[in-house]
């Protein structure tokens, strides 16, 4: 029976959730739009079957199908990243957390030290946060979690810096990858760092994966021992994660993954990320790539033209990073009246943070789901106009408390005429099928 006559209130919370990305402006960096083939494999009843275990080593019967789907995966994704036989891949985790996750329980023994990006710098909670020293991830708990740090005078790295940090700290791993970092990562760099001290060198590629397999973002396979990434983002596949590493250390990660942290695959998921590979090695997915990443550039410098502050002064990447403290409105409020409008953003901590998570000084926005729609150049300096004509208009609120602020919203002008022209420009580039 269809959904409409089966469940019709979960239907029409599909329908308008459908309505709400198709009629407004998803600019949320780690977000982006799949393909029709993709969600067709993720309804397949590929959700029915149980598989613990590997290929061909299953606990249950019936999995011949299953395995092929696996094995198929596995192929394509090291294709799609242009990896011989030395590297081997993990398709079955849950999602990126859960891989960062494997790796440590593979590699490490509880107390080793794990250390990554400082979090409110745009490091990810995966890479270990402990906070006022509250552990606040299991990472944390199991592992010690250290840290290096973003200038915050350029935004970027300083990779002698991040070198005196970690030969101080000396991990056992050394993770690099995170949320909002928007220039490209220096993979050559932190794997001789790691070497000196003799930690593995992960490269966590969650956001960045589709960027490198289309070839615009620089591959850490020649460097890293460790890759993890998740499928969602600018890979443009279902949610879900892959976990590449070397012989030596294939087999201790497949047995984290399974049993070690988790049950049954989700074969569904792995037979879409299949799909998404298959699209991901194509012509059009390399052009799709290139685009995201001129719309990135042009958007960060149109906002500049605006006078905001782009975190490294612009993108080599998917997303862009803006410090507000200098435009006398917190990320907090810049992004709900950007919501109003139809905008959608997340607020975001920046280097050298002043303020809290909850009430952080920035914006984060990226430009995957609407070059996935279709956009070019031409409608980056409209969204850069809307963003910056919506939050001149807020700043004379945003001295109210957050639920005054929140109250005016309707009031501002600016804020219904920019929705209006957001849903037109958005009916011209429908979700693709
Ligand atoms: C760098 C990085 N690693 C890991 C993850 C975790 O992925 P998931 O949300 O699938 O657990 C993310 C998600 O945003 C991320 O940005």
């Known amino acids: 029976m269809k959904l409409t006559k089966s469940d019709p209130k979960i239907s029409n919370l599909i329908r308008k959730e459908f ?43 019936g999995n011949e199908i299953v395995d092929e789907i696996e094995a198929l995966c596995k192929k394509r994704a090291l294709e799609a990243f242009g990896l011989s036989k030395k590297w081997h891949v993990n398709v079955q985790a849950y999602a990126g957390s859960i891989a960062n996750l494997a790796v440590y329980n593979a590699l490490l023994k509880p107390g080793d030290k794990i250390m990554g990006m400082y979090l409110f710098d745009g490091g990810h909670l995966s890479h270990g946060w402990k906070y006022k020293n509250k552990k606040i991830t299991l990472s944390s708990k199991i592992y010690n979690v250290a840290y290096y740090f973003v200038d915050p005078k350029t935004g970027k790295f300083d990779y002698d810096e991040v070198e005196k940090k970690v030969l101080k700290e000396k991990p056992k ?9 928007p220039a490209e990562i220096n993979h050559s760099r932190l794997s001789k760092i790691a070497r000196k001290v003799k930690a593995f060198y992960l490269a966590d590629i969650a956001h960045e994966a589709g960027l490198v397999a289309g070839g615009v973002n620089k591959s850490p396979f020649p460097y890293a021992d460790i890759v993890t990434m998740t499928t969602h983002k600018t890979l443009r596949g279902p949610r879900g994660a892959l976990i590449f590493s070397k012989e030596e250390s294939s087999e201790q990660i497949d047995r984290s993954v399974f049993p070690g942290m988790q049950g049954g695959p989700f074969n569904n998921n792995i037979a879409a990320i299949a799909v998404c590979l298959k699209e991901a090695k194509s012509k059009k997915f390399k052009q799709y790539v290139e685009q995201i990443v001129r719309n990135a550039k042009k958007l960060a410098q149109e906002l500049v033209k605006y ?59 990226g430009t995957p789901t609407v070059t996935t729609r279709g956009m070019k150049e031409k409608e980056m300096v409209q969204i850069a106009k809307w963003i910056n004509e919506v939050i001149e208009a807020a700043i004379p609120y945003s001295d109210l408390s957050f639920e005054d602020f929140e109250d005016q919203l309707a009031s501002i002008p600016e804020i219904p005429k920019v929705k209006k022209e957001v849903k037109y420009l958005c009916s011209k580039f429908p979700l693709p099928k």
């Open 19 to 61: 309505k709400r990305q198709n009629g407004e402006l998803q600019l949320i960096p780690s977000e982006n739009f799949s393909s029709e083939a993709v969600r067709e494999a993720l309804g397949s009843v590929f959700t029915h079957k149980y598989s613990e275990g590997q290929i061909s080593k299953r606990y249950y019967e």
């Open 307 to 365: 006078g905001f502050d782009v975190v490294s002064k612009g993108t080599e990447k998917h997303l862009i990073l803006v410090d507000l403290r200098s435009k006398e409105i917190n990320g907090m409020y810049a992004a709900r009246a950007l919501k109003f409008a139809g905008i959608t953003l997340n607020k975001n901590t920046v280097p050298g943070e002043t303020s809290s998570p909850f009430k952080p000084s920035g914006i984060r926005l």
């Open 173 to 181: 791993i050394l993770i690099s990858g995170g949320t909002a970092y």
